[in-house]
């Protein structure tokens, strides 16, 4: 399918964008066509990025459209950032991409079909929990651990997704997780080099056109969901592949226990100080999804908020790496450490400090992506 010509001609953006990759591009036209022209029918879901809608092709394979808002705060270098590294990524948990489209007003990402779209509409929803038993929630969390390992370890480059939550988790029809949603990533370069070697080390290697190089810079500031970013990276900055592992810590935390982090509990408290609460007190049984009681070995559910717990440790240099977790969760003999109390907890979780939090928040450098999700 040809590129859009009017987008090349227009001049809204400074110059061309080459994804450097076989990735196809999709005329406008055949989107329309195929999602009769973004019929409600065809909607699969809403957020603040954008709709997404379900598409077939000619040959009958069926796609995910995602179409981004105008209003989104993912603007045309997020897009560019999200299409170029999710075309490099090759792993079963992690999304496929299909193709793009680009023109004056339209940025369109298209994706495989997941035929039961994104985690949280199954572990936040009474009813549809009831379909998700311990062992596809274990196959869930592994499925995820696995895919963050391979986005950390995986090549020459690390990309750090710092966006990850329930809703960029989507499930194909056997239930197995996919990590989508990459336009908040980052690619950065292995050992102790500055961003600007890192940039020429991944152009040199396919990862980034010199365009690329400005989402680079783009994307150095502070984003992400509140509620699944580590403060100590809100408030400075500090930027690691151990974001992440924060952020898996807490989804990690919601599979298991079927609660939100964000508003748990009235906003009283946030999900990570009940559970350090429960864990102080040997009650963490008390935490179990209620759909969970008749099938769950307690060892292996005590061992599993114990490897959260680490994850979503205070200093980063505390918190294992998802090599550290992969092996924790799949290795019934590995060693699992005993989680420090985390000091943090009473600052994201609405207590006594939530307003100097919010202050601080309010002053801090300039978030890319809302603190209330995408």
Known sequence: MKVVKEMMDSGEFLEDYEMGTDVRSFDLESILATTGNFSDASKLGHGGFGTVYKGTLPGGQEIAIKRCSEASRQGIEEFKNEVALIAKLQHINIIKLQGYCITRKERIVIYEYMQ?????????????????????????????????????????????????????????????????????????????????????????????SPQTMEIEQHTSKICGT???MCPKYILDGSFSTKIDVFSFGVVLLEIISGKMNNGFDKGRTCLINYVMTLWVE????????????????????????????????????????????????????????????????????????????????????????????R
């Open 116 to 208: 039961n779209k994104s985690l949280d509409s199954f572990i936040f929803d009474q009813n549809r929990s009831t379909c998700l038993d311990w062992e596809m929630r274990v196959n869930i969390i592994l499925g995820i651990a696995r895919g963050l390992l391979y986005l950390h370890c995986g090549s020459k480059l690390k990309i750090i997704h710092r966006d990850l939550k329930p809703s960029n988790i989507l499930l194909d029809e056997e239930m197995n997780p996919k990590i989508s949603d990459f336009g908040m990533a980052r690619i950065i370069g292995e050992g102790k080099e500055t961003e600007a070697d890192a940039t020429r080390l991944a152009e040199t290697l396919g990862y980034m």
């Open 226 to 228: 509140y509620g699944y």
């Open 282 to 373: 040997n009650k963490v049984l008390d935490l179990m999804d209620q759909t969970l009681r008749e099938v769950c070995k307690a060892d292996q559910f005590v061992k599993y908020v114990n490897i959260a717990l680490l994850c979503v440790q205070e200093d980063p240099n505390d918190r294992p790496t998802m090599s550290d977790v992969v092996t924790m969760l799949d290795d019934e003999a590995a060693v699992v450490p005993t989680p420090k109390p985390p000091e943090f907890v009473g600052q994201i979780g609405g207590l006594a400090n939530e307003a100097s939090f919010s202050i601080r928040l309010d002053t801090c450098m300039d978030l890319t992506s809302s603190l209330e999700g």
